[in-house]
């Protein structure tokens, strides 16, 4: 057996000390999971799924505590304190995320969160993050269909508009005139595929697109009216910040919804707003 280090394994109870209990773990001996993070009635025999890392002497050891990312994953983190060496980011564990000068692409400072992808140095056999991001994202084509759903993740800000890492995968991009809510570094969304071009970039978007997202807009809007005395004030003429604010949609969104109640005889409109038949 080999475990995983950066990662949650299952391991065996093979023996309880004073300070905790050893768990099996094959290749690499004996693995002391301490005392504060055994369960009550954790026995001999008895298997647990815990998070392998290493403490400050380097050593093997395992918790139940969850951090924030595993090997393997982008997250964003909070620079706990900065040293002649780097940065080290809370990530939810005892000991911080080291993150040295090469693997940053701006100098760290205490207290900011940045993107970070958590990985093993090939060289020290050590858990630490890199900013450097792009080098770990899939150059993989995506095979994606639109208006899939997918995780999102908010990953930086552009001219264009923000790009997200999809899927803990790919890169992707929404472009500023589709977003009609507050976007903050490190934010965790559903989103869905609008294109993967021929080149393999991804547009993506924080509403559904196509004809299934109008015809779930047109449900939700009915049902609005119905809950609502019949009667909405919003139009076609509405500012696109108070319809997000009421429906959670893009204004162009909102109108093709509109477009499709009218059309099937269920709705009136009116300047003071939208009414139901």
């Known amino acids: 057996m080999n475990i995983e280090l950066g990662k949650y394994n299952k391991l065996t109870v093979v023996k309880e000390v004073d300070f905790g209990v050893y768990l099996d773990g094959g290749e690499e001996g004996e693995i002391l999971l301490p005392t504060r993070y055994v369960p009550e009635r954790l026995n001999v025999g008895d298997e647990i799924e815990v998070f392998i890392y290493l403490d400050i002497d380097e050593r093997t050891i395992a918790t139940t505590l969850h951090p924030y990312a595993q090997v393997g994953e982008f997250a964003c983190l909070e620079v706990a304190w900065v040293n002649e060496f780097g940065a080290f980011l809370d990530w939810g564990l005892m000991k911080d995320l080291f993150v040295p000068f090469r693997e940053q692409k701006m100098r760290?400072?205490?207290?900011?969160?940045?993107?970070v992808y958590v990985m093993i140095d090939s060289d020290s056999y050590r858990i630490m993050g890199t900013a450097k991001v792009e080098k770990y994202l899939s150059k993989e084509f995506p095979k994606y269909k639109s208006g899939q759903e997918v995780d999102m993740m908010v990953w930086q800000r552009t001219e264009l508009g923000f790009k997200v890492i999809i899927d803990n995968k790919y890169a992707g991009l929404i472009y500023s005139n589709e977003v009609f809510q507050p976007l903050e570094l490190g934010m965790k969304l559903k989103g869905y595929i609008k294109n993967v071009r021929e080149d393999g970039k991804?547009?993506?978007?924080?509403?559904?697109?196509?004809?299934?997202g109008i015809e779930d807009f047109s449900a939700t809007l009915l049902g609005y009216l119905k809950e609502n005395g019949g009667h909405t004030n919003l139009n076609d003429k509405s500012d696109p910040e108070d319809i997000y604010?009421?429906?959670?949609?893009?204004?162009?969104v909102f109108k093709k919804g509109v477009g499709d109640l009218y059309k099937r005889h269920l709705i009136r409109i009116s300047d003071d707003g939208i009414y139901l038949i």
């Open 108 to 115: 760290m400072d205490k207290g900011r969160k940045y993107v």
């Open 202 to 212: 991804i547009d993506a978007s924080i509403q559904k697109v196509g004809v299934k």
């Open 245 to 252: 604010d009421t429906f959670g949609v893009s204004k162009k």
